[in-house]
């Protein structure tokens, strides 16, 4: 009966690779978020989707690339990856914008 | 601008009362959100206000004052399992932004 989960819980990988990132939430939420926690403990936002449709979508480099297949998903994919991508990924989801966030256990990507 | 501010750090007794402040500049406000996370863990949600005044919630509160972009959380009879850090959130229903959250430490 978990709220949002996400797969993997570790990544680790090396420069250059390509990953995704995998988010499922069952609360039937209209609203889901990709967030980056760096090591200063900053939330970040990089993308809000709401019923499979971009809302958000802040200063991200592009080899970011959400896909919502559908309203319970919204997965991450990640090319090229570098050093600077090595944090932790939380996905969220929320009944409308601007509810308050569920979060998944989060993911933590560590490039090699 | 946007953003909110809050203290890094607090450390505290066990068994005692700390407030942790929040203030916020926001373009447009749909409420303030606190949310604890724990050490290696996602943040939890803890509260939600919306109009000024207090809500309380077992031992912790929440206050609201919009006039003064202002928030406060209370945290009573203070655990050692309330060591975490303590994140504000606010905004409005396009855009929420976050405070870079406040580090308590609960001594014995």
């Known amino acids: 009966d978990t709220a949002v989960s996400q797969t993997p819980k570790y990544l680790v990988t090396q420069m250059g690779n390509d990953k995704s990132i995998k988010c499922e939430q069952n609360?039937?939420?209209?609203?889901m978020y990709w967030y980056k926690q760096d090591s200063k403990k900053f939330l970040k936002i990089m993308f809000s989707?709401?019923?499979?449709?971009?809302?958000i979508n802040e200063t991200v480099p592009n080899r970011f690339s959400p896909k919502s297949p559908d309203k319970a998903h919204l997965n991450l994919h990640i090319n090229s990856l570098e050093l600077g991508d090595s944090a932790v990924y939380f996905c969220?989801?929320?009944?409308?914008?601007?509810?308050?966030?569920?979060f998944g256990p989060g993911t933590r990507l560590t490039v090699l | 601008g946007q953003n909110i501010d809050q203290p890094t750090e607090m450390t505290a007794t066990e068994g005692a009362i700390v407030q942790i402040n929040c203030t916020y500049q926001?373009?447009?406000?749909?409420?303030l959100f606190w949310y604890q996370q724990h050490a290696g863990e996602a943040p939890t949600f803890l509260s939600y206000?919306?109009l000024d005044g207090l809500e309380e919630k077992g031992r912790f509160s929440s206050f609201l004052s919009r006039s003064k972009g202002y928030s406060y959380l209370l945290l009573k009879e203070l655990q050692m399992k309330d060591s975490a850090s303590y994140l504000c959130?606010?905004?409005?229903?396009?855009?929420?932004?976050w405070g870079l959250g406040t580090s308590l430490a609960v001594n014995p």
């Open positions: 969220a989801s929320s009944q409308r914008s601007g509810s308050e966030f569920n």
């Open positions: 609360l039937g939420h209209d609203t």
């Open positions: 989707y709401n019923n499979k449709e971009l809302i």
């Open positions: 926001t373009s447009g406000f749909n409420g």
């Open positions: 206000n919306v």
């Open positions: 959130n606010a905004g409005n229903n396009r855009k929420l932004i």
